[in-house]
């Protein structure tokens, strides 16, 4: 079989393996998809005179972002300015009792073309209908981690079950050459009942997948946990046995030092999702604790509805600000950290740090450059005045992002989707919007009696 070789030539190279390693410039040669040398031009050049070669002068080659908290959608835009109770009763939840097979996999294809356009290369999706999720996914390219929205207490029968879970793990375990997998799903602790959160670690252990949920998003969760269960939230996630190392829990917002402690000891991982976080007002995370602790924090955009896109370089410029204005410290939120949370880190989450996640030999070739050479990343300097990394994460934006490839495939080149009709792609999402939009006005609002996570 003849070897595919390419080589990412000439470019500000970031590998992102837990250093602040570069390569100014430097190279990166892939072999049958998969990272076969990171080093300077001069060496890389004499390693793979019959490669492919793209030029990546002026930019950034970098690992591929890893969206480790996303919820495929078509509300962008439809609920703004609403507090988080008004927004789920009048928005959300009536969406989701109108939701079919066929508007939930165009919304997945709509929200998985953006993504790689953006630079993101693994999304972990927590989404209704997932058949069709796992379908856009292997259509679209990037790699995808899929969890079903699981409810069970009584009002919430129009979420996924854990038989729902069950026969989505059955037929799309691992999918698309192992890229699409399939991971066991809760959506809150209001919505399932003790017994779901045991059955749901069964079910984990099962399949031996992970488990993803919401928690502590807001304060009155953290009250009503203390009313209910006389425990907050990540406390009672322990009493109920989900966490541990192969499990993600998405905001954390509200964590005091013994549930942060919890997480660390369990070795369960946390999805922050910033600008969701301050859109809602749900309030800043204690990320810079969590991550003394050793606990994995990569970053999440949530969903299309409340962020409203999905750029996690975007992403990354607010985790950063986010830090450093609710600490009232400056010094918190440096580029380099921030980036290796949107790589290396979130990789680690969702237990894809030892295929990807970073530019390193042996790895899957998850590969994003960056073009550096606009306006708005002027001045791009370098030696001992080097600010490639401050540009990504404070200037560059998802209309920057050039080449993406994932498992060493080029998916898009000079910012244009190869793998699918970006175009047909979001026709169709309109099209399914106006019909999800149809089937919503035609239901009443479900009733509840207080604040729910999205």
């Known amino acids: 079989m003849t070897r595919t070789r390419t080589l990412i030539r ?17 190279s990166v040669l892939v072999e049958d998809g998969r990272i076969a040398a990171v080093g300077t031009v001069a060496e890389l050049d004499a390693a793979a005179a019959d490669a492919q070669v793209v030029d990546a002068t002026g930019h950034a ?40 097979p066929e508007i939930a996999e165009a919304a997945s294809l709509l929200c998985y073309t953006e993504s790689l356009r953006a630079g993101t290369t693994s999304v972990m999706d927590m989404w209704r209908h997932m058949e069709g999720s796992a379908h856009a996914a292997e259509r ?23 038989e729902t879970n069950r026969r989505l793990l059955e037929h799309y375990r691992t999918y698309a050459n192992d890229r699409v997998r399939s991971w066991v799903g809760l959506e809150h602790l209001f919505y399932c009942s003790p017994e779901a959160f045991k059955a749901a670690a069964a079910l984990a252990d099962e399949f031996d997948t992970g488990l993803h949920t919401h928690s502590s998003e ?41 549930e942060i402690e919890l997480l660390a000891r369990t070795g369960t991982s946390v999805a922050h999702c910033p600008c969701s976080n301050m859109k809602l007002s749900s309030g800043p995370a204690r990320v810079i604790d969590m991550r003394r602790k050793g606990i994995a924090v990569g970053l999440g955009s949530d969903g299309e509805k409340e962020n409203n896109n999905l750029d996690l370089l975007e992403e990354m410029k607010f985790a950063s600000l986010l830090q450093k204005v609710s600490t009232l410290d400056p010094t918190t939120g440096d580029p380099w950290d921030i980036l290796t949370m949107a790589t290396l880190e979130g990789a680690r989450a969702l237990g894809l740090d ?101």
């Open 140 to 162: 679209v390219g990037i790699r995808a981690t899929l969890v079903p929205y699981v409810a069970d207490l009584p009002g919430y029968d129009y979420f996924e079950t854990l």
């Open 218 to 258: 807001t304060i009155w969760e953290v009250e009503e946990s203390l009313r209910q269960f006389g425990r907050r939230p990540i406390e009672e996630f322990y009493n109920r046995g989900i966490l541990g190392p192969r499990t993600v829990v998405a905001h954390c917002v509200w964590l005091d030092d013994r």
């Open 61 to 100: 080659v970098i690992p591929g972002l890893h969206n480790t908290h996303l919820h495929s959608g078509l509300l962008r835009g439809t609920a703004e300015s609403k507090s988080l109770w008004d927004w789920l009763r009048d928005y959300v939840d009536p969406a989701h009792k109108a939701l079919t």
């Open 10 to 26: 000439n470019g500000i190279v970031i590998p992102c393996e837990g250093r602040k390693t570069v390569y100014d410039p430097g």
């Open 354 to 454: 030892g295929e990807t996640g970073s530019l390193e030999p042996g790895k899957k070739a998850d590969i994003v450059t960056v073009d550096l050479r606009k306006l708005h990343t002027t001045p791009l300097l370098h030696g001992e005045d080097f600010n490639a990394v401050a540009h990504l994460v404070f200037s560059a934006g998802s209309a920057d992002v050039d080449h993406v490839w994932v498992d060493g495939r080029q998916l898009v080149a000079g910012g244009r989707v190869l793998s699918v009709d970006a175009e047909q792609v979001r026709l169709r999402a309109q099209s399914a919007a106006e019909e999800l939009f149809r089937r919503r006005a035609a239901l009443t609002p479900a009733s509840a009696s207080g604040p729910q996570s999205g």
